[in-house]
C-alpha cells in the first residue's frame, strides 16, 4: 500500500517543535518525509491534511492484560490484593481460549480506535492474543502471565506460538510477581529469558506491601532480587508499575539501558498503589514506558487518559509545572513502549521507520490555537480518543474514518457480550 499525506503536521516525542510537511508511505515503513505539497501524488493514494491532520506515531500501550475486557467492572474499588484474590483469579479460573480471543478482540478494537497501534499482553491462552493480534494487523508482545502454577511456564511459555506468529509479534516470558511465584522460578524464567535473548516482563513494586514482602520475607532489597534473580542480566527486562521504587534505586535502573519502567496511572491511583517517582526517573535517566494496565483494574484502555494523566498528577503532586512534559510523555508512550520490548525503528516520524501511525483531527474547538510550538502540550492537555480519525499499523489500515476497519464493531460486541455471559455462568456455577 502506498499513501501520501500531503500538508500535515508531524510529531513524534524526539520533537522539539512540531513541523508541516508531506509523509509517503510505501509497504510496511515511513518512505519518504518532505517539504508541504512536495511530494507528487501520481500513482499513490493522497490524503490531504491542509494543515489540519496531525501524524504522529501511534501509541505504545506497555503493560496490558487485554482480555480482561470481559472481566470490566468486577469488584471495583478495592485493595489490590482483595481484588484479585476475591474478584478476579476466581473468575479467571473459567477462562478458555474462545473467551480470551472475543476479549482481545474487543481490546483491539478499543485501544485501535483511541490511536494505539501496540501492546504488551500478558495473560492466557496467549496463542488466541497471537491470532488476533495478526488478524487485525497490530503489533504485541505476547506473553503467558503465570501466577502459582510453573508447569504452565513449561507447558506454555516457551513455545513461540509458530502456528500463530507473526512479523509484528515479539514472544515475552512473563512471571507475573515475586509475591505470586517463587525466587527460584523467576530465576528460571530470567536464565531463560537471557537464553533465547527475549524481554521479560514482571509486576515489580505495585503497592507499598509488596516492598515490604521482598525486604521483610525474601529479606532483600528490591535491587539484591533484581540481581540475584538474575532479571538484571535480561536483555529488555519490563517492570511494570515500580510505584514503590526509592529514589535512591533509580541510579541502579538508570545504569541498566535494558531495564524500563511501565508508569500506569490510572490503574495505580484506582486500586490506591500510589503514585510512582516518574519525574525523578526521567531526570535520573531510567527509560519508562506508560501503559493502562488491565480494563478490570483501568477501566479504560485508552492511552490519551493516561498521558494526560501521566503528566498532570506529577506536576501537582510535586508543586512543579515544569515535572514531566508533553514532549517526555509523549515519548514514553511510544517510542519508550516499543523499544521496551525490542520492537526496532518503532515509535519515531522518521524515514525508513514502521508506519504505525496516528492521524489526529485538529479541526476541532478545543485545538484552536495550536501551533508548532504548543502541539505536543495541546495533544497532551487538550486532546482525547475522539480527535482519531486514522490508524495505520506497519502501513495497514486499522482505523479509517473513525471507523475500525479490520472487523465490524457490532459483531466484534456481540462476541464478547456472549463470552463474557458464558464466564460468569461459570463462575456462578461452583
Not at 16 to 27: I, M, T, Y
Not at 206 to 218: K, N, P, Q, S, V
Not at 272 to 291: D, F, I, N, Q, R
Amino acid at each position: 500500500m502506498s499513501v501520501l499525506f500531503r500538508d500535515v503536521w508531524l510529531l513524534d516525542g524526539s520533537m522539539e517543535k512540531a513541523c508541516r510537511a508531506d509523509l509517503l508511505v510505501q509497504g510496511e515503513q515511513i518512505a519518504r518525509i518532505a517539504a508541504p505539497r512536495s511530494l507528487s501524488g501520481e500513482g499513490v493514494e493522497v490524503i490531504d491534511g491542509s494543515a489540519e491532520l496531525l501524524v504522529m506515531p501511534g501509541f505504545f500501550n506497555a503493560h496490558c492484560h487485554a482480555a480482561m475486557t470481559l472481566l470490566r467492572g468486577l469488584g471495583e474499588e478495592r485493595p489490590l490484593m482483595e481484588w484479585l484474590e476475591q474478584r478476579i483469579w476466581p473468575v479467571e479460573a473459567h477462562l478458555d481460549g474462545d473467551i480470551v480471543y472475543a476479549g482481545t478482540v474487543q481490546a483491539v478494537c478499543e485501544m485501535a480506535l483511541g490511536g494505539t497501534t501496540g501492546f504488551a499482553d500478558m495473560y492466557y491462552f496467549m496463542d488466541q492474543v497471537a491470532r488476533t493480534v495478526n488478524e487485525l494487523k497490530v503489533r504485541c508482545s505476547v506473553g503467558v502471565g503465570v501466577v502459582r502454577d510453573p508447569a504452565v511456564f513449561y507447558k506454555t511459555l516457551y513455545r513461540d506460538y509458530s502456528d500463530v506468529a507473526g512479523p509484528r509479534i515479539i514472544n515475552s516470558i512473563d512471571p507475573h510477581a515475586p509475591y505470586t511465584v517463587s525466587f527460584d522460578f523467576v530465576s528460571q524464567a530470567a536464565a531463560e529469558a537471557v537464553k533465547r535473548e527475549l524481554p521479560l516482563q514482571t509486576h515489580f513494586l505495585e503497592a507499598e506491601w509488596e516492598r515490604g514482602y521482598i525486604t521483610d520475607t525474601l529479606k532483600m532489597t528490591p535491587v539484591e532480587y533484581l540481581e540475584k534473580t538474575g532479571l538484571s542480566k535480561v536483555p529488555h527486562l519490563v517492570l511494570a508499575h515500580g510505584v514503590q521504587f526509592k529514589e535512591d534505586e533509580l541510579e541502579y535502573l538508570a545504569a541498566h539501558p535494558n531495564i524500563t519502567v511501565v508508569h500506569c496511572p490510572a490503574s495505580n491511583l484506582k486500586l490506591g498503589s500510589g503514585v510512582a517517582l516518574l519525574p525523578k526517573m526521567l531526570e535520573a535517566g531510567v527509560h519508562a514506558a506508560l501503559g493502562t494496565d488491565g480494563a478490570a483494574s483501568n477501566n479504560r484502555l485508552d492511552m490519551w487518559n493516561e498521558i494526560r494523566l501521566a503528566s498532570l498528577i506529577h506536576k501537582g503532586v510535586n508543586h512543579d509545572p515544569l515535572a514531566v512534559s508533553s514532549k517526555q510523555i509523549l515519548c514514553c508512550a511510544t517510542y519508550e513502549g516499543a523499544r521496551a520490548f525490542g520492537f526496532e525503528n518503532v515509535g519515531m516520524i522518521r524515514e525508513g521507520w514502521a508506519a504505525d501511525l496516528n492521524v489526529i483531527d485538529l479541526a476541532q474547538p478545543h485545538y484552536l490555537g495550536v501551533d508548532e510550538e504548543n502541539m505536543s502540550s495541546c495533544v497532551v492537555f487538550a486532546g482525547s480518543s475522539a480527535d482519531v480519525r486514522h490508524v495505520l499499523c506497519g502501513g495497514d489500515w486499522i482505523v479509517r474514518d473513525r471507523n475500525f476497519v479490520q472487523r465490524d464493531v457490532k459483531q466484534i460486541m456481540k462476541d464478547s457480550r456472549a463470552q463474557r455471559a458464558r464466564l460468569l455462568a461459570a463462575r456462578s456455577s461452583i
